[in-house]
Each structure stands twice: as structure tokens, then as C-alpha cells.
């Protein structure tokens, strides 16, 4: 079963509505209807009454009433309704007209009185009055009543007159309210249909011009979600590319090695297997080292995954990084130190990818500097909170300080053994952090200083 459209939900509301509006409007004009057809016979009734009370004589002290009976059959003359009249006195009772006729008493101040009523089974409509002989010290009452045909023909008549012109509006309505809402729906259509024409392969933005707001918002939010799918994608088979890359030599070595330890064990030969095993351990540190920088590389790409950013302390993370790295430098006789202000520095970040960041600086200066060489971490508050790694190593060549941070870019002429990764991930997670990243010569003209400078927390 299909699902309905969004033009065809508008529509069938926009018609529930309608037919509620139509609805009012009809027991609207029901009640118009019935008050104009009332107006003008009921003032018809009235002019009877008053024209019959006209007849009313007094005569020796007596009410009478003094109308031909050529005067009663004009004026009972009716093609539609029966019409009849009854005329009393306050005490001699009925002096003319039809008895079964029902007497309504009229208002004390002789304005005249309407009603509706049943006569023998017909409903009738009655005007009674009453008029004041004060010669015969009595009051006359007289009443005229009507039946229902002519009126219920004019009320039929006035009805569809106004209901003809609005159920043509209600129509007309329906009509360009299906076509307002085809147009209005149309950007909506058309973004559906560019949508439903892509190839899963296809990941270029929609086009968010000439939309309206609504289609512009989604039109944007899809193009965002299109843009981080494309990093995502885009990261993996980087990750892909560069793990089939670098880790083939490792691996190669790690194959070769254990080859040569097994023919050295085979042959007896005990000092080309410690050999081959130095080598094997060595082709496995490298290739566990590459690894994990790979994974990190990884994890610091943008649109790789969602990371938590919370508000943390500067200070307390790196003195935390660098007591990890103190039995490293003292491996390798470097006095490592640490600066820091008393007061915390807070940024918004995630620590986990800001501790790797430290890590990668801090394995970096080591790595490069030899003994007896200094090396300091610092944390600065002032102008921008920001993380310094400063070594008084070789330094890096001026042309060569944008592309140390490339991937697997190294210096001509580097000794240390490094797999060209860790400046990488240090700008990757920079840039994942709103901060820079950056190398300069360090203090005295010697050596180099790395620094990230972060944003100003809130």
C-alpha cells in the first residue's frame, strides 16, 4: 500500500476544514433563512391583526365586531396557507372567528404577541393583540394565525440562494487550494525526487538554491550529513591506503626476519639467531608503533567519529602526560622538565585526543634530541591558553616547518626512526580543537619550539 503524500495530507485537511467551515456557514444561513422568512409574513400577520382590531365596535356597552362577510372571505383568501382569525372580549368571551383556534394572551401594554403552535395537527404561526374599549369598559383580543407553507417556500428560496454562491466558493477554494499546494510543495517534490534519483555512490551537496526556508533547512542539514559521510568515507580509505602502504615493509621485514631465524636455529647457529630475533623484535615494534599512530591519525580526522568536548584543565592533563614520559627521558639521560601556572587553564576539549596530542610532542622532542639534551613541556595562559613542547635538539630548516606536519613526511637527513605520523596527528587534533599548531626556532636561537594554541574558553 502506498503511503499518502504530503500535498494529499494538506489537501484532505485542508478539505476537513472546509467542510467544518461549511458546516457553521450552513447552520448559519439556516438560521438567516428563518429569521428573514418570519420577518416579513409575521409583519404581514401583524398588519392583519391590526386591520381586523380596526372592525371592533362598541355598541349598547358591548364590544362587537363589524366586518362584511365579503371583507372576511378577502381576507381568509389563500392559494398556500390557511388563514384564520378569532376575535374575544374580556367578558362576553369569543364574539367571532374560529374557536379552536388557541387564544395566546397578549402583553398588558398592547403590543402585539407571537407564537408558534399546533392547530389540529398543522403547525401555525399566531399574532395576537389586544386593544382597549373604554366605552364599554371592557378589552377586546384579537388574533390572526397562518400556517407554514409560503413561509417554509421562502426559507427554501432564501436558503439555496445563499448556499448555491458558497458552495461554489467552498469549490473554488478546494480547487486552488490543491493547486497552492502543489506549487508550495513543489521545491519539497523536487528536493524528494533529486533524493530519490542518487546512486548511494553519489555524495555531492543538493542544490539549496531558490528553496524556501523549511526545504532550505533540510536541503542544508542533508548537505551536512552528505559532507561528514563523504570525510568519513574519505578517512577510511586513507586509513586503508596508508596501512597498505606503510605496513608492507614492516610486515616484509617481520617475514623476512623470521625466516632467517628459523634457518638459524635449524643450522645451529646461535649468534645469527639472536640476530634475526633482534631484527624480528625491532620490525615488530615498528610495525605496532605504526599501527597505533595509523589508529590515532585516524581517530583525530574529522567526521571519524563524534567526540565528547568537555571543559578541562591544561595543566593538570599535561603534568599527567608527562609523568608518563619521565623514565623514557631518563632512559635516554634528557633533563625533561615542566612549567606551568599555579591557576588552572581551561579549555573545552577531549582528553583522551589531547593527551595523544601531548604525547606525539613530547615522543617527538625525545626522539630527536640526543643526550644530555633539554627538553620542557609548558602550559600558558597568557595570550591564549596554549601547550608548548621546547628542545634545544637540531631544530627544524625554516622551509622544511609546514611539511613536517604532512604524513609520513620526514626531514632529509634524519637519523632517529620515526614513522612520519606523529606531527600529523598533532595538527589533525589541533584542527579537531579550533587551535594552531605551530613550530619555531626555540629559546637562545637553538632547537625547536612546538606550540597548539587553543581558543578562549567560555
Known sequence: MAEPTLKSGLTLRFIVAALLLLLLDGIACYFTAAHFANLVYDRWLIDSTRSLAQALRTDGGEVRFTLPQIALQIFQFDESDRTVFRVDSERRGLIAGDASLPLILPRPDGEVRLATVGVQGHPMRLVSMQQLEPEAHDAATVEV????????????????????????????????????????????????????????????????????????????????????????????????????????????????????????????????????????????????????????????????????????DLVGLAREVGEEWIPRALEKRIDFGFMAPEAPVIVSGNAGLLGEMMSNLIDNALRYCGPASRVTLSVSAIPLPSVAVEDDGPGVPEPERERIFERFYRVAGTEANGCGLGLAIVREIATLHRAVARVETGSGGRGARFTVQFQRSA
Not at 268 to 289: C, F, Q, W, Y
Not at 292 to 303: F, I, M, V
Open 145 to 312: 394565525g397562518e400556517t407554514l407553507k409560503k413561509r417554509a417556500t421562502l426559507f427554501t428560496g432564501i436558503l439555496l440562494a445563499m448556499a448555491a454562491p458558497q458552495l461554489a466558493l467552498i469549490a473554488a477554494a478546494l480547487l486552488v487550494g490543491w493547486i497552492a499546494a502543489g506549487h508550495g510543495l513543489k521545491p519539497l517534490t523536487g528536493l524528494a525526487a533529486a533524493i530519490e534519483a542518487r546512486s548511494y555512490e553519489n555524495l555531492t551537496p543538493l542544490p539549496e538554491l531558490g528553496l524556501p526556508k523549511e526545504a532550505w533547512v533540510l536541503a542544508s542539514r542533508i548537505n551536512d550529513l552528505l559532507g561528514r559521510l563523504e570525510q568519513a568515507l574519505t578517512a577510511q580509505r586513507r586509513f586503508v591506503a596508508d596501512a597498505a602502504h606503510q605496513l608492507r615493509t614492516p610486515l616484509a621485514t617481520v617475514l623476512l626476519y623470521s625466516e632467517r631465524a628459523e634457518q638459524a636455529v635449524n643450522s645451529h647457529d646461535p649468534e645469527s639467531a639472536r640476530t634475526a630475533l633482534h631484527g624480528l623484535h625491532a620490525a615488530v615494534a615498528r610495525a605496532a608503533r605504526l599501527s597505533q599512530q595509523l589508529l590515532a591519525l585516524t581517530r583525530a580526522e574529522p567526521g571519524a567519529a563524534q567526540h565528547a568536548m568537555s571543559p578541562l
